[in-house]
Each structure stands twice: as structure tokens, then as C-alpha cells.
């Protein structure tokens, strides 16, 4: 499968996470030029996505796919705690340009989340910072695959965040309650973090998205969550 790639900050060295991983647990890179943005990829048959699953059935793949995307990592990923910082350095600026959508108790603890985190972290892994349902596909070398890499290299309890926040694994404060209590149970990571790095990640992708009221929901909910 060819995929053209438009160029922007979270795409940037895909094509290296996926030469990293070399298949495993996620699709193969079987080509890449870098100057036309262009990948060559494995093609996943039949290609049906994991959103479609039973939210459980879906977080038993994502838990047994998660240790195999987490490999040890360096340049030239950008550090998690470079993106954090970034983040906390415009947030509370586009907050007001954005008309200030949602109380600011939710800005103000997602960027205290992100000073506290980025500088604490354990041990610094490959992260797909957009892993959820519609980004892991059935395939025929292996029952589910990963596909489009947002890398970023930083502690595992960051690369949570964005399945706690999966609505097509169920919206509502239960069901995210449930995939922050089950993911890090089950994988040995600490819930605490976890929640403060979903809460900060959700708020730093709310703005212009085309999801900003689901994501706002979210942060509420793990605001709670404590």
C-alpha cells in the first residue's frame, strides 16, 4: 500500500518508528522517499479496524500490542518532554484565541499535569501517541496490526492516553474510568501518571479538532478520576 504523507509535526519520523518496530506488532515499511513524503507499506487484509470489535475484545488486543510498540528508543524521536513542553508553552495563549471553550480549571490542571510529568519520566520508549481503535487493522501475518505512527519517545504510561480516550470504545465517564483502571493494571504502570498524562495530552488535542466537545468530556472525566 502507498501511503503520501502531508507533512506536518506528528507524522514527522514515521517512516523511522516503523523501520524501529520492523513488523512488530505493527505494519512493515517495505519503501520510503523521504522528499515525496511517500511510504510503502504492508497491506493489511482484510483491513477491518479494531473500533469494530466489543470495547473488552478490543482493549484484550490493544494490551498485547502495547509491550511490543514500546522498544527502547532515542533520536531522532523528539523527546515527550519537548512536546510537553511545547504544549504548556502555548495552551493557555490559544485557549483565549479559541474564545475559552471550556472552564479553565480543565487548562489549568492539564498544563500543571504536563510541568509535573515531563521531568519524572521512567524509562524512555518508542510511543504511538494516536493509538486507538481505527488505527490497528486486522491482518493475515498477524491478527491485528498497527498503522500510523505519531512517534515520540518518552515513559509508557504516556503512550495510554489516547486509548483511555477512545469514545468508539465507549463514551462515558465509567467506560474511560474502566480503560485507565484496566490498562495500567494489566500492564503494570502507574495509574496516577497515566491519568495526568491523558488529561494533558486530551486538552493539548482539543483545539481544532474536530472532536474538541468529546475531548472536553473526557478531561472532565479524568480530572475526576483521581
Known amino acids: 500500500m502507498l501511503k503520501i504523507q502531508w507533512p506536518h509535526r506528528e507524522s514527522e519520523h514515521e517512516a523511522a518508528a516503523l523501520e524501529l518496530l520492523d513488523g512488530d506488532g505493527a505494519v512493515r515499511l517495505l519503501a520510503h522517499d523521504e ?9 493489511c487484509v ?66 500543571s499535569a504536563l510541568e509535573e510529568l515531563a521531568p519524572s519520566q521512567g524509562e524512555q520508549v518508542l510511543l504511538h501517541q494516536d493509538l486507538h481503535g481505527d488505527n490497528v487493522l486486522a491482518a493475515e501475518r498477524e491478527p491485528w496490526l498497527v498503522i500510523d505512527p505519531k512517534p515520540l519517545v518518552g515513559e509508557r504510561e504516556f503512550g495510554l492516553a489516547s486509548i483511555i480516550r477512545s469514545f468508539e470504545l465507549g463514551h462515558s465517564e465509567e467506560a474511560v474510568r474502566h480503560r485507565l483502571d484496566r490498562l495500567t493494571s494489566e500492564l503494570g504502570l502507574d495509574r496516577e501518571r497515566a491519568r495526568k498524562w491523558a488529561l494533558g495530552q486530551t486538552i493539548a488535542w482539543t483545539s481544532g479538532s474536530d472532536f474538541q466537545s468529546t475531548h472536553v468530556e473526557n478531561a472532565r472525566w479524568l480530572l475526576q478520576a483521581e
Open 46 to 111: 482484510p483491513g477491518t479496524h479494531l473500533s469494530e470489535r466489543e470495547p473488552e475484545a478490543a482493549l484484550d488486543v490493544l494490551v498485547e500490542l502495547l509491550p511490543q510498540l514500546w522498544k527502547p528508543a532515542g533520536p531522532p524521536f523528539r523527546p515527550l518532554a519537548d512536546e510537553a513542553a511545547w504544549w504548556v508553552g502555548y495552551l493557555p495563549e490559544q485557549w483565549k484565541r479559541d474564545g475559552r471553550p471550556f472552564e479553565r480549571e480543565l487548562l489549568d490542571a492539564a498544563v
Open 35 to 43: 522528499e515525496r513524503h511517500a511510504l510503502l507499506l504492508e497491506r
